[in-house]
């Protein structure tokens, strides 16, 4: 028997030679095939390997901040939770709903008799514009973070958007991104502190529109509103004074109890990157 193996043994080594391989190197063959099958899930080490640009469209809560303390929007701080293959593009504006964002200028201040705030020109901002440039915008592998829903709510033009309206634009931002390979991640927006009592509780709309969209497109979806209220019950925030300018509550908001201060947004990075992490989202491989 001990001979049979050894005459396999070197039928085996002769053939490979004849094709010009090494049984190393026959190996290393069949790893690359398996590894460009695919479904097959690649190396953990060639996978953070791969730089990937996380793009961020918002409002305030996410924006970066300007040159005063307050607000820090959570996007600003949430670069830091990744590694160095990571770059964080953070183009979430103050003030803007989902329809001022993407057309920033061309959004009139009267409604039409869809109840919609009319379009003067249907040209995009330059920021959307930006990341949709094939070469210097979204590419393939990276990731679009959407949120929006706080200033949406507003009944005047032209921030008001309206529920059909609203998923209507978020459906052609994710239909955007896939077009290009990036990989759509909807937020549902995150809470102000209202308390009931001694509870803090949910204030923000668009979180069924939110849904529905990631529901109809397969993207992913954040509820940043309960996370954050979640967040709000653990730390004991209610019940509540008003006074949002001093003690734990002082730390965290601005004085306002919708926008944050510097801790307040590296709390609310975290629990989006730990949703991230939750939902074993491919990205979840370069957190920190």
């Known amino acids: 028997m001990k001979n049979l193996r050894i005459v396999i043994t070197t039928a085996l080594v002769i053939a490979l030679s004849s094709l010009g391989l090494s049984a190393a190197s026959a190996a290393d063959s069949t790893a690359t095939r398996c590894a460009a099958t695919p479904g097959a899930a690649a190396p953990a080490s060639r996978a953070a390997a791969q730089p990937v640009t996380v793009w961020l469209a918002g409002d305030s809560t996410?924006?970066?901040?300007?040159?005063?303390?307050?607000?820090?929007?959570?996007?600003?701080?949430?670069?830091?939770l990744f590694n160095n293959d990571v770059t964080v593009r953070n183009q979430a504006v103050?003030?803007?709903?989902?329809?001022?964002?993407?057309?920033?200028?061309?959004?009139?201040?009267?409604?039409?008799s869809d109840g919609?705030?009319?379009?003067?020109s249907d040209t995009y901002s330059s920021r959307w514009q930006s990341m949709l440039n094939a070469s210097t915008g979204m590419k393939a592998g990276d990731y679009l973070f959407i949120q929006f829903g706080i200033?949406?709510?507003?009944?005047?033009?032209?921030?008001?958007?309206?529920?059909?309206r609203y998923r209507q634009l978020m459906t052609t931002m994710v239909q955007a991104a896939l077009a290009r390979g990036a990989h759509p991640v909807l937020l549902?927006?995150?809470?102000?502190?209202?308390c009931s009592g001694s509870t803090a509780t949910k204030n923000r709309g668009?979180?069924?529109?939110?849904?529905?969209?990631?529901?109809?497109?397969?993207?992913?979806?954040?509820d940043l509103q309960s996370l954050s209220v979640s967040l709000y019950n653990n730390l004991r925030f209610c019940p509540h004074n008003g006074d949002f300018g001093s003690g734990p509550v002082g730390a965290f908001f601005c004085n306002d109890r919708t926008h944050f201060e510097t801790?307040?947004?590296?709390?609310i990075a975290g629990l989006v990157a730990g949703d991230v992490r939750r939902q074993n989202l491919a990205l979840a491989t370069y957190l920190r």
Not at 151 to 164: K, L, Q
Not at 206 to 222: L, Y
Request: proline fraction near 7%.
């Open 263 to 267: 801790y307040g947004a590296q709390r």
């Open 206 to 222: 668009f979180v069924n529109e939110t849904f529905a969209v990631g529901s109809a497109t397969r993207a992913p979806v954040v």
């Open 151 to 164: 200033n949406d709510s507003s009944s005047t033009c032209p921030r008001h958007v309206g529920p059909a």
């Open 62 to 80: 996410m924006a970066n901040p300007g040159s005063a303390r307050c607000p820090v929007g959570w996007g600003s701080q949430f670069d830091a």
């Open 188 to 194: 549902t927006p995150v809470a102000a502190l209202t």
């Open 116 to 120: 919609e705030c009319r379009l003067t």
């Open 94 to 112: 103050g003030g803007r709903s989902i329809q001022t964002w993407m057309y920033e200028g061309n959004v009139s201040g009267t409604k039409g």
